[in-house]
Every structure is written in C-alpha cells, then in structure tokens.
C-alpha cells in the first residue's frame, strides 16, 4: 500500500483523484489543511506527499519529510516557486503538472479582459436592481489594439491565438524565443512602451519577480491595461497601485496576488481582511480580482489528477517522465 498525503484539499479536487486510484493500491489522506513548519508532521508515516500553489515545501519542511521517510514529492501544479529546490536536491524527487489545461487559464485571461474593458461586471449588477443606465460602461475596441504577451509556453501562445482572434497586433517577449511560433518577439522596453494590453504568462523566477516594477510601468502608455494570470510577485503591487492612482495604469486584471497565500481559495465574507493592501485593490472600480481560478475547469481538474498520478506510477516503477520531473541540476 502506498499512502499519499494530500494537503490543501478542496471539494473539486477528490473526485478526479479517487476515480483516479480506483483499484490500484494507492491510499489518499486528503488534509484541508496547507503544508507548512507547522502541519508538515501530518505527513510523518507517509510515502508521498501531494501539494498545490499555496503549501510552503520550506527547507525546514523538506527536513522534516526526508526525516519521515516520505519519498516523493507531487505538485499538482506547473509552477514550483513555492519549493526549496535546493533542499530536495538528491534528497526528495519532484515532479509537477507543465500543462493541465493552458486553455484554461488563457480564456480566464481573456475573460477579465472582455469584462474590465466592457464593464459586464458592473452591468450585471446594475440590471439586477433594474438599473438600465448606460453611464460609465463605456468600453474600447479591442480590434487593432496591441497586447503584449511576456511568456510564450503554452499560455502565452494560446492567448496570443485568442487575440489574433479579436484582430489585436501582438508583441511577445520570452527569454528563449521560439521562432516556429511565428510571433513578433521584441525586447521588454519595446513591449513596456507600446502596449496597450499587457499579459504576464510567465514563471516565477529571480529574473522574472517584479518584472512589473515601478520602472516598468514608468515606460507604459498611459491608460494600458494589465492582466495577470501566472503569479502574483511578477507584479510590485506597490508600484501597480501608484500606477493606478496616477492614471498610468488604466486597469489591472489579476488572478494572482503577491501575498494571496494566507487568502486565496478561502471564504472570508463573514471576516474583516486584513490586507489592507489587497482591501485596496479590490476597492478600486478598475481592478478585476479573481481568487487564482483561471485553471479551473473540469478539463483542467480531470488532466491535473491523471497526470499527478500518471506521475506516481512512473516514479514507482522508475521510469520518471523527464517533461514533469523537476530538475534540480539545471
């Protein structure tokens, strides 16, 4: 019997993994609970641990799992910012899910776009108390206008169709370029400047954190609107705040937020925040938030469990699939 801890467990994640184990002699303990220093003896008698975006896999925590004989470590995501690399080096085997669903998160991408620009949001809620003004709906043609896309792997190349789709001219930017894309690679200050939409697809790395800085957007057009669907610290919220208030920043859409991990995915309606910081955005009339739910559809659920566990069973029989294991000597 092979036991798997699982942390950070919602209600749309188990079916897709007990269907998934169904027959097999994998166990699945699933823990509402994150995986931090404080949670992280849950996984003592363990042989596998399962987490998502919001467990903190520390070096202390990787400590701790090696202690308790736990032998691999499962992300059910693509990105692995929130684990010590270093501290499983030759110690702990990672392996992540590259590309659950990219559709997914470049329609979610889209969607905020169509509803901060179009007012949808504010329109629903308007009709719903029979309020059929038009005043301050007014929106802009998405038709010519030029997006900038920093990351072109999956998503970003995706969301670069969608807006092809709208007929909008599309710049990109990517550390290694790829020119079988066919995309109009430019470098960052070229895209800073003549965006008019700017769309972060990329992964949250040293290079990459606060790539939207205070500099950045110093270089923007004014009235650019920016979507972030990948992780919250490639923006400096700070810096997109003053951005905002002084009229730079025509809009922001954002799936991710720099210090979500304490928020995201839990119900606080009934609570009084406090990030302030967070409190703020969301007060604004121009920004969107959404709770890191741009991969949520049942396509990207049903791909996330299947190769987790398609993952496991690779590992188990050693023969790791080189696209979904981390590498540590890179």
């Known amino acids: 019997?092979?036991?798997?801890?699982?942390?950070?467990?919602?209600?749309?994640?188990?079916?897709?993994?007990?269907?998934?184990?169904?027959?097999?002699?994998?166990?699945i303990k699933y823990f509402d609970t994150r995986l931090n220093e404080d949670t992280v003896s849950l996984a003592r008698g363990f042989n596998g641990v399962c987490v998502f975006v919001s467990d903190t896999v520390s070096a202390p925590v990787v400590e701790k799992l090696v202690e308790y004989g736990v032998q691999v470590l499962l992300l059910r995501c693509a990105g692995f910012n929130n684990v010590d690399l270093a501290a499983c080096e030759g110690r702990l085997p990672i392996f992540r899910v590259p590309a659950y669903s990219p559709y997914a998160v470049a329609e979610h991408a889209m969607a905020m776009l169509l509803t901060i620009n179009r007012r949808t949001h504010k329109a629903y809620i308007r009709t719903k108390d029979f309020n059929f003004s038009?005043?301050?709906?007014?929106?802009?043609?998405?038709?010519?206008?030029?997006?900038?896309?920093?990351?072109?792997?999956?998503?970003?190349?995706?969301?670069?169709?969608?807006?092809?789709?709208?007929?909008?001219?599309?710049?990109?930017y990517d550390k290694f370029p790829d020119a079988s894309t066919g995309l109009n690679y430019v470098n960052l200050d070229e895209i800073f400047r003549r965006s008019d939409i700017l769309s972060l697809h990329c992964p949250l790395t040293e290079e990459t954190f606060h790539i939207v800085d205070a500099a950045a957007i110093a270089q923007m057009k004014k009235g650019v609107t920016i979507l972030n669907t990948s992780r919250g610290a490639l923006v400096d919220t700070d810096a997109l705040i003053e951005g905002i208030k002084e009229r730079r920043i025509g809009a922001a859409c954002l799936d991710v937020y720099e210090e979500e991990g304490d928020l995201f995915y839990e119900d606080y309606s009934g609570h009084i925040v406090e990030?302030?910081?967070?409190?703020?955005?969301?007060?604004?009339?121009?920004?969107?938030?959404?709770?890191?739910?741009?991969?949520?559809t049942q396509e990207a659920l049903g791909n996330i469990a299947q190769t987790t566990l398609d993952n496991l069973?690779?590992?188990?029989?050693?023969?790791p699939n080189p696209q979904t294991q981390v590498c540590l000597n890179r």
């Open 313 to 319: 069973r690779a590992f188990r029989a050693g023969a």
């Open 134 to 172: 038009l005043a301050g709906l007014e929106g802009f043609d998405l038709h010519g206008k030029t997006v900038g896309i920093i990351g072109t792997g999956k998503i970003g190349r995706i969301f670069a169709r969608i807006c092809n789709g709208f007929g909008m001219e599309i710049l990109a």
């Open 1 to 27: 019997m092979f036991k798997l801890a699982f942390f950070d467990a919602k209600s749309y994640d188990k079916p897709g993994f007990d269907r998934g184990i169904a027959g097999t002699d994998v166990k």
């Open 275 to 296: 990030d302030d910081t967070l409190v703020r955005l969301i007060a604004m009339p121009n920004v969107l938030v959404t709770s890191h739910q741009a991969f949520l």
